[in-house]
């Protein structure tokens, strides 16, 4: 008997024609060209980029357009401003002559050098826990945690905005999902209270929330962990080296370092390399580094960027003017904004979305500001909800008075001329 195949893989998958009909509207709108937009360089407080024009595909052009516009970043994750540092350069080259491109294995066999090592003990340290395991990104970091600590009888409670990767990550492990209101404490302790006192919870939450730049409520969360038996998981990729004494992060913003088991995170944010870690005691780091198939079956990070991030973790642990530095840049923009009558939501850190509506008003407003010389990414459904659509602002250590005024004043006034709102309520 022959199977029957249609040739069209895509064909039958509702997933497959949501996104290939987004992708179409998108194209014919004339939005994709501000997405994956093409950088030109390092992508520092300064950038050179171009509009992507052609498809990624198509062979015979290139993915970009021809023009190359200098832009202000307002739209990277570089909130210490260390992409660029030369002495973290100088770092990861020296590592790159000595140890290649890559290990070209996984952590549990042949991929762990004497790098690896030096920058998990910084690390652990830097952030004031036992044990530190890292991965090849923040999203294999979150998927191990859960797969690998969490089975079938355990209830996890995470806000309702929680990154995708914690999703992923409880879906893998097979346990009770409770979603609790974001950052409500009371409907979580009233779902907490509906489980049996032996059974095994866990409370997950983001320090930063990503798309919103609130923090989350850590010291209730806190105290309800403990009331309850509850473990505390944090994710806190957008709050290590963004927030905190000098740059620890959320948790040890709040002083919660003996309270929150796991900490989760991004070496590719605030830390300028890649990949992902988590923080926590030593036993749970043996069970992670012998048994989480993030770290079984991926490779490694690669050494020279172990060796940047060894040297970026040394540069803030030497410079706590780089985050305050970036406390003061981020509440100039948001003040600057809320006086504006911008609608910045109950943004408190350095990720600053400006709220306008529509998909097309974010569209619009990221091309006004990219013609100006801005660069912001345009955040639409579903990575949040209908009618919530934003450009969002991620501010850095390294950016200057001058600079931080050109970009205000510009956001301001293109804001304005999109939402019909009149120039008097304050443009900077």
């Given amino acids: 008997m022959t199977s029957f195949k249609i040739n069209d893989l895509t064909s039958g998958s509702r997933t497959c024609k949501f996104i290939l009909s987004r992708y179409i509207k998108y194209k014919q709108k004339g939005y994709s060209a501000l997405v994956s937009r093409i950088f030109h360089g390092v992508p520092a407080k300064n950038a050179k980029v171009s509009y992507n024009t052609v498809e990624f595909t198509d062979p ?5 357009s021809d023009e190359i516009k200098d832009v202000l970043h307002l739209g990277s994750y570089n909130y210490s401003g260390l992409n660029g540092n030369t002495e973290i350069i100088d770092a990861a080259k ?3 002559d000595q140890y290649g491109t890559t290990t070209s294995g996984v952590r549990l066999l042949n991929g762990t050098s004497n790098l690896h090592i030096e920058l998990e003990k910084k690390l652990a340290k830097f952030l004031g826990y036992e044990s530190a395991v890292t991965y090849s990104s923040g999203f294999a970091a979150n998927l191990a945690v859960f797969d690998t600590l969490c089975d079938e009888s355990d209830v ?4 309702e905005l929680n990154h995708e990767s914690i999703l992923k990550g409880i879906k893998l492990s097979g346990a009770v999902c409770e979603t609790y209101p974001h950052k409500d404490v009371a409907a979580l302790e009233q779902l907490i209270a509906k489980y049996p006192k032996d059974t095994r919870k866990f409370i997950v939450t983001d320090g930063i929330f990503s798309m919103d730049g609130d923090l989350a409520p850590l010291p209730e969360l806190a105290q309800l962990a403990e009331q309850y ?3 505390l ?3 806190d990729a957008h709050g290590t080296a963004a ?3 000098n740059g620890r992060g959320s948790v040890a913003h709040f002083g919660l370092e003996k309270k929150v088991d796991i900490i989760t995170g991004s070496l590719s944010k605030g830390l300028p390399g890649i990949g992902g870690f988590i923080a926590c005691n030593k036993k749970i780091g043996v069970v992670l580094r012998t048994g989480s198939a993030p770290y079984i079956f991926s490779a490694s990070i690669p050494p020279a960027t172990a060796a940047g991030v060894t040297k970026a973790i040394d540069i803030l642990q030497k410079n706590p003017a780089i985050i305050n530095r970036l406390d003061r840049n981020a509440k100039f923009v948001r003040d600057s ?3 504006a009558d911008i609608d910045i939501l109950q943004s408190e850190t350095a990720v600053i979305p400006v709220i306008v509506g529509s998909d097309h008003n974010a569209y619009t407003l990221a091309k006004n500001l990219h013609e100006r010389g801005i660069y912001a990414n345009p955040v639409v459904f579903p990575a949040v909800k209908r009618g919530s659509a934003r450009i969002r602002l991620n ?6 008075q001058n600079e931080l005024n050109f970009a205000v004043d510009a956001i301001i006034r293109e804001t304005h001329n999109i939402l019909n709102i009149p120039s008097a309520a304050g443009a900077a």
């Fill in 156 to 159: 996890i409670f995470s806000d």
């Fill in 243 to 245: 927030i905190g004494p």
């Fill in 229 to 231: 038996g509850c473990y």
């Fill in 337 to 339: 904004l809320r006086a």
């Fill in 233 to 235: 998981i944090v994710d």
């Fill in 60 to 64: 015979s052009n290139p993915s970009y």
């Fill in 94 to 96: 020296d590592a790159l």
């Fill in 395 to 400: 501010v850095s250590a390294d950016l200057n």
